[in-house]
């Protein structure tokens, strides 16, 4: 008797195919952030399914925070632009529970060849160059934030310091604007370090001062990532939430 053993067909729930195409649509920017999206009727006939297997794979888009759904409106794209996502990826918080709103002031902007780790990061082809930008965030008047960002020159082609200035909300609702970049999830390693004479001098604190140090991989759909941020948060009088479901 043979004992070759045979793959076993496997075969994704029907709902999981439609989240599928949906996800398709979105990467190819069929339906643009704060858009909305054909109605569950219309999404029924056009693949052909029950409306209950639509609202399932919407449901699940939901839960990822890549569709939003109004009551009696409809359902529609993610974006940054809304008041209450424009800092979604951001845990950091003022200890008084002010309401936190950061200004920017850049301080370079350059395209360079990356480093090993960061062409690596980023999935870069040999060749590829990459759009680092420093800034300082400020919160009250008080420097609280340092970072490093760096961003593939290949999808961002274009972008100038001009144009980061002139823009008066956070970065990725820029990104959402001018790139067709919409960021989906974000990945995090944190821990705390001391200030050397740099970080000292932008945040305008002693030398030795405790840092909290979290680097951030953001991720646009079909899971690409497409920035990179160092940054470096003065903790004295703000803390770093995360809520855990």
């Known amino acids: 008797m043979s004992n070759t053993a045979f793959p076993v067909p496997s075969f994704s729930p029907l709902y999981e195919q439609i989240k599928a195409m949906l996800l398709t649509s979105l990467q190819t920017s069929e339906w643009l952030p704060g858009e909305a999206i054909p109605s569950e009727m219309e999404l029924a006939v ?7 297997t639509v609202r399932k794979a919407i449901d699940e888009l939901a839960a990822e925070n890549l569709l939003v759904r109004r009551q009696g409106k409809g359902t529609f794209v993610a974006t940054h632009q809304e008041e209450g996502w424009q800092y979604r990826f951001l845990r950091l918080l003022p200890d008084s529970g002010e309401k936190f709103y950061l200004k920017n002031e850049f301080l370079a902007f350059e395209i360079i060849n990356p480093d090993a780790y960061i062409a690596q990061v980023l999935k870069l082809k040999a060749g590829d160059l990459v759009i680092r930008i420093d800034r300082v965030q400020t919160f009250t008047g008080k420097s609280i934030v340092f970072e490093e960002i760096w961003l593939p020159e290949t999808r961002f082609h274009g972008l100038t310091l001009e144009a980061l200035i002139a823009w008066p909300g956070p970065m990725y609702a820029f990104y959402e604007s001018h790139f ?20 000292a001098g932008y945040l305008h604190l002693p030398v030795g001062t405790a840092l909290l140090s979290v680097e951030r991989v953001a991720f646009t759909y079909g899971n690409k990532p497409v920035e990179i941020r160092h940054a470096r948060y003065d903790t004295s009088e703000q803390h770093y939430e995360n809520k855990l479901n």
Do not use: C, F, N, W
Request: proline share 4%; glycine share 4%.
């Open 180 to 199: 067709a970049t919409h960021m989906v999830r974000a990945e995090e390693r944190i821990k705390a370090i001391p200030a050397d004479t740099r970080l």
């Open 46 to 52: 056009r693949y052909a399914v029950s409306q209950g």
